[in-house]
């Protein structure tokens, strides 16, 4: 079993929609959850972080955390072009960070 | 303020070479990290130096991977000799603190290097 999961995509949501990427994760003891975004070639550019259960708002981005259900989302409100990436989730345990395999978003004008 | 760079950008070598990647983490920072992904895998840790030490490299593959980081500032990954399982792209990450906590501290990454291996 895989550490992190993610799934693939891609996952395509017309300009102005609300896109939703999901992410759950093995160890129970983990607190703390990151979500990056790449572009082709690019670095992975941390977007936001989050350790409480619920939600946390950064902009048009929203985190969402379910600790008893070992799942972190990131939801991208008002998506737009430009929001086109890979968007990967990142576990860490001490010093090393876990990555699933990220997901494919696709914003259509 | 510059972020994580990494030398090169790209490199195309024949199985049984040696090459070496760069990392220059951002001033200041005392961890530096390796990461590799290979085609489509996840992105895998390597390992973490605090300053010059190394903290942790549980990551490494096997002895063909040496990774020094003498002073504390850039660091580099040596591949010798090469082969075709470790065509991927390397990433390296720097982060300011290691609380040594498992909330883990903002690690903040380069672009990578993308190594092939013919």
């Known amino acids: 079993q895989k550490e992190v999961e993610q799934n693939s995509g891609p996952l395509s949501v017309p300009e102005g929609a609300i896109a939703s990427l999901n992410c759950t994760y093995s160890d129970r003891g983990s607190q703390s959850f990151f979500w990056y975004r790449q572009y082709s070639g690019k670095s992975p550019e941390l977007i936001m972080f989050i350790y409480s259960n619920g939600d946390k708002e950064d902009g048009r981005f929203t985190a969402q955390l379910n600790k008893a259900s070992q799942y972190v989302s990131l939801l991208i409100r008002d998506s737009q072009p430009s929001d086109s990436a890979t968007y990967l989730c990142a576990v860490p345990n001490f010093n090393k960070f876990y990555f699933g395999s990220g997901t494919k978003l696709n914003v259509k004008p | 303020e510059a972020g994580v760079t990494q030398f090169p950008s790209h490199s195309v070598i024949e199985k049984g070479q040696t090459v070496t990647l760069r990392c220059d983490p951002i001033?200041?920072?005392?961890?530096l990290y390796w990461y590799r992904r290979v085609m489509g895998k996840e992105i895998k840790f390597l390992l973490h130096f605090v300053k010059e030490s190394k903290q942790d490299e549980s990551g490494m593959p096997n002895n063909r991977f040496l990774a020094e980081r003498t002073g504390g500032t850039y660091s580099t990954l040596k591949v010798q000799p090469a082969e075709l399982e470790d065509s991927g792209v390397y990433f390296c990450a720097s982060s300011q603190t290691w609380t040594s906590g498992v909330f883990g501290d903002t690690q903040y990454f380069g672009p990578g290097t993308r190594l092939t291996v013919l």
């Open positions: 001033s200041g920072h005392d961890n």
